[in-house]
């Protein structure tokens, strides 16, 4: 099949004007015609814009970058001022409160102001008894705990620290947590608690429990006399 050749192709100089002299390049528009066409579409725009009134005291164009701008520095701060909190944390524990944890615990006597309570957790009464459960079954850790109270009371000792561990190997709950709150507040040894609270962090944080005991029971008729307005006796 014979190829077809561009016309122009291999042509000498000298037939080059006749390809200049015709019109292979396009004519510019006439200046009139950008004028009518420019008249139309400002009439066409006022008449749009009818009707319309211009918003008073604001700038009739919002700068898009410079609000992109604001937007990214704001984050960029909200950034490194979270990092800032999250290292304070990791290497000191700065910001860390126990009591705003789902593994706080805390809990009243008889009668009692619930300010008691955040007042044992601040660390506002002075520890004279520890105990520590780890390691124990339910069972052994019941006998230590029953004969713990009881040295506690005989001595007259109020302020108690008992660590039981956070229970994080457990499948589901932490078990000798959730006794020592069960042994606080439905054995017998409820009649002797003022308050119970968890740990600070430096002395166990969710994984240990502060005590505060009464220096006596508190009996069927204590309870009479508080409902008639008595005062609670520590």
Not at 69 to 97: C, M, N, P, T, Y
Not at 205 to 216: D, E, H, S
Request: hydrophobic share 30%.
């Amino acid at each position: 099949m014979k190829q077809k050749r561009f016309s122009y192709t291999f042509k000498s100089f000298k037939e080059l004007h006749v390809i200049l002299d015709r019109n292979f390049f396009p004519e510019e528009p006439p200046e009139h015609s950008e004028r009518i066409d420019s008249e139309k579409e400002e009439a066409l725009f006022q008449k749009a814009m009818e009707g319309v009134k211009p918003l008073k005291d604001r700038p009739l164009v919002e700068s898009t970058h410079r609000r992109n701008i604001s937007i990214r520095r704001f984050r960029e701060q909200e950034d490194e001022e979270a990092l800032h909190r999250l290292q304070a944390l990791v290497q000191k524990g700065v910001g860390f409160r126990v009591e705003d944890t789902p593994e706080y615990i805390e809990g009243i006597g008889y009668h009692v102001h619930p300010e008691i309570a955040k007042r044992l957790h601040r660390g506002d009464f002075s520890i004279q008894g520890y105990l520590d459960l780890h390691g124990l079954v339910v069972k052994e850790a019941q006998e230590v705990f029953d004969q713990f109270m009881k040295w506690a009371t005989t001595h007259g000792k109020t302020g108690l620290l008992i660590t039981h561990g956070r229970g994080l190997s457990s499948p589901s709950e932490p078990v000798l947590k959730r006794k020592v709150e069960e042994w606080l507040t439905l054995s017998p040894w409820r009649k002797w608690v003022v308050a119970y609270s968890s740990a600070r962090k430096c002395d166990g944080g969710a994984g240990a429990t502060y005590v505060l005991l009464r220096k006596r029971p508190i009996s069927k008729r204590q309870k009479i006399k508080k409902k008639n307005g008595g005062r609670d006796e520590l």
